[in-house]
């Protein structure tokens, strides 16, 4: 069993800052490349950030200079510190990780039950 955790949301106001966090746990053997994806009702998923394995990084334009990802791969967790939040930001934050089990040979996908972040303007 493999489990995605994210924790971080909440309230905060045009300007501000929230750091997500996202927690991998189970019987992991690898995980590769990591995101944070997002979603409003009524909208398609949308990728927000990925980092992989090795560190290399990947933002939406619409994010670029405002949200930073990292990752302690010691501790399967990756990060989402979100700067200059705007209330567009509002959305269910997702985690998704990309882990090869113990008992798989291959990598599957797994994803967090989100979590909320509300921009107030």
């Known amino acids: 069993q493999v489990q995605v955790v994210e924790s971080g949301g909440g309230l905060v106001q045009a300007g501000g800052s929230l750091r997500l966090s996202c927690a991998a746990s189970?019987?992991?053997?690898?995980?590769?490349?990591m995101d944070w994806y997002r979603q409003v009702p009524g909208n398609q998923r949308e990728l927000v950030a990925a980092?992989?394995?090795?560190?290399?990084?990947n933002y939406a334009d619409f994010v670029k200079g405002r949200f930073t990802i990292s990752r302690a791969n010691a501790k399967n967790t990756v990060y989402l510190q979100m700067n200059s939040l705007k209330p567009e930001d509002t959305a269910v934050y997702y985690c998704h990780a990309d882990v090869r089990p113990y008992y798989s040979s291959g990598m599957s996908d797994y994803w967090g039950p989100g979590t909320q972040v509300t921009v107030s303007s």
């Open positions: 189970g019987s992991i053997l690898r995980i590769g490349t």
């Open positions: 980092i992989t394995g090795g560190g290399s990084t």
